[in-house]
T-cell receptor, first 110, second 115 residues
Framework: QQPVQSPQAVILREGEDAVINCSSSKALYSVHWYRQKHGEAPVFLMILLKGGEQMRHEKISASFNEKKQQSSLYLTASQLSYSGTYFCGTGTSGTYKYIFGTGTRLKVLA | DGGITQSPKYLFRKEGQNVTLSCEQNLNHDAMYWYRQDPGQGLRLIYYSQIVNDFQKGDIAEGYSVSREKKESFPLTVTSAQKNPTAFYLC??????????????FGQGTRLTVV
């Protein structure tokens, strides 16, 4: 089942922070986060592994909750370039299936 | 440069016509995927393949077919059975070794319109 992201949409002023959540009905063993600009393909931002290891991208970080069924993406001091739609992506243990969350549209205003 | 090439970028289909979208990768990835994206919506999995001559249905496979005769190629056919095919189609590939699996790499997409 497709992970559910919240909020569906958010509008920020430059410099403000935002949190995007990705919730799954099953435990997530790894999560990838992507950003998609209008009319373009998604671009990989960062990976969050089961042990909590993560890569940071610019002023963006991510975490798992205790039960590993939710991942959150933190955008700090947002810039105009952060505008786009954010997706979480995750594999299914034991298969090659790879699915995406429902998406969060983020718009940063000057 | 390694990457994924989708063609054509824009495609117009008449009612009742089958069309094939091309996807080629030179990243040496085992797994390949097709996703459909409707305006303002997320990415939904159509089909995926982990090895040559083997593929699996995703969440919205009805009205679509695929083949994987070569590791590099994963074409998608949109058949006349797909009643609402107008959408943005994205092909992706992944290397699935290592902890957690790797991220997906995408082609630039094909925008299909029914006329």
């Amino acid at each position: 089942q497709q992970p559910v992201q919240s909020p569906q949409a958010v509008i920020l002023r430059e410099g403000e922070d935002a949190v995007i959540n990705c919730s799954s009905s099953k435990a997530l063993y790894s999560v990838h986060w992507y950003r998609q600009k209008h009319g373009e393909a998604p671009v990989f931002l960062m990976i969050l592994l089961k042990g909590g290891e993560q890569m940071r991208h610019e002023k963006i970080s991510a975490s798992f909750n205790e039960k590993k069924q939710q991942s959150s993406l933190y955008l700090t001091a947002s810039q105009l370039s952060y505008s786009g739609t954010y997706f979480c992506g995750t594999g299914t243990s034991g298969t090659y299936k790879y699915i995406f969350g429902t998406g969060t549209r983020l718009k940063v205003l000057a | 440069d390694g990457g994924i090439t989708q063609s054509p970028k824009y495609l117009f289909r008449k009612e009742g016509q089958n069309v094939t979208l091309s996807c080629e990768q030179n990243l040496n990835h085992d797994a390949m995927y097709w996703y459909r994206q409707d305006p303002g919506q997320g990415l939904r999995l159509i089909y995926y393949s982990q090895i040559v001559n083997d593929f699996q249905k995703g969440d919205i496979a009805e009205g679509y077919s695929v083949s994987r005769e070569k590791k590099e190629s994963f074409p998608l056919t949109v058949t006349s059975a797909q009643k609402n095919p107008t959408a943005f189609y994205l092909c992706a590939s992944r290397s699935v070794g290592g902890q957690g699996g790797a991220e997906a790499f995408f082609g630039q997409g094909t925008r299909l319109t029914v006329v």
